[in-house]
């Protein structure tokens, strides 16, 4: 199994399950993001943590093995709105969603962590919207989240520069919530959450789902999926692929 989804005490933790391939996005992950926002949107549940398994990496995108299959924009669409939708479904969850970013996260990795209202970054693991560098933009909403998240010249360069960050400029720019040094902080973090209750958290969370439905961010969203789909089907970006599947099957 690629994911697993556990409940204890009220969080409900989603853990990616591909440490060798670095946690790439592949369908079986897709399934299990649309899995943990049915559970979650129907049980008791007062907080999402998004995960990943092992100390590398949070999530390194999309699975370039998998998804460099789809060829032209008709193609590459389908894979990109779903993400984006199982995403967007993440985002306006009515209760605090927190990725706890345990290692490297890139392109679709960071869009992840940035539909996720909080990202704890752990002090080695750096991330960077590397999309890019193979000649595409995010295409799962994570563009269009970064401008919600951040001062707007952040996102804009955090995105144009295509390179990754360490935890302490995520901490600088506005991405981290809290760099996570040892262990203790999740804990720190998580109890001071806890102390206030499960209802006080739904209603902020409401009052930011009311503006995100007020300013369209489900069809900003799909105007980033389009524009995508559009570079996906390009030789440039299939080439700049080519040569990453290349570089590290050699
Ligand atoms: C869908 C789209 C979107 O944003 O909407 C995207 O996500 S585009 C996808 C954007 N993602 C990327 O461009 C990811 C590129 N990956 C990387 O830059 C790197 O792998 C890092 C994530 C920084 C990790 O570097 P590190 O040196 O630790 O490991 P590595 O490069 O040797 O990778 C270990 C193994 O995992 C594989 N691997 C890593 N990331 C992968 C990915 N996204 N898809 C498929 N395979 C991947 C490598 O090919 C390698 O396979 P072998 O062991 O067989 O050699």
């Known amino acids: 199994m690629s994911y697993h989804i556990e409940s204890a005490d ?20 897709i399934d299990g993001m649309e899995e943990l926002v ?19 990496a949070f999530c390194s995108g999309g699975d370039l093995s998998v998804f460099h299959a789809l060829r032209t924009e008709e193609e590459a669409y389908p894979m990109l709105k779903r993400m984006s939708q199982a995403l ?36 080695h693991a750096k991330c960077g919207f590397v999309q890019g560098n193979l000649v595409i933009t995010s295409g799962w909403g994570g563009g269009t989240y970064l401008f919600e998240a951040l001062q707007h010249d952040h996102a804009l360069q955090m995105l144009g520069e295509a390179r990754l960050y360490t935890a302490d400029e995520l901490e600088t720019n506005g991405w981290a919530t809290k760099v996570i040094r040892s262990p203790k902080d999740i804990d720190v973090f998580l109890s001071q959450m806890k102390k206030v209750r499960p209802e006080v958290h739904r209603a902020y969370k409401e009052m930011a789902i009311r503006k995100w439905k007020e300013t369209n961010l489900e069809g900003r969203v799909e105007e980033e999926v389009r524009r995508c789909a559009q570079l996906w089907a390009e030789d440039a970006h299939h080439e700049a ?8 099957n050699q």
Do not use: W
């Open 88 to 123: 967007y479904a993440l985002k306006t969850l009515p209760i605090p969603v927190i990725a706890l970013v345990n290692g490297t996260a890139v392109g679709g990795g960071c869009e992840i962590a940035t539909a996720c209202d909080y990202r704890l970054v752990k002090a």
């Open 38 to 56: 049915r559970s979650a949107g129907k049980s008791e549940v007062r907080l999402v943590i998004v995960t990943a398994a092992g100390d590398q």
């Open 10 to 29: 009220g969080v409900m933790t989603f853990t990616i399950d591909r440490p060798h391939i670095r946690n790439a996005v592949n369908d079986e992950i």
């Open 241 to 248: 692929v080519d040569k990453f599947l290349n570089k590290t």
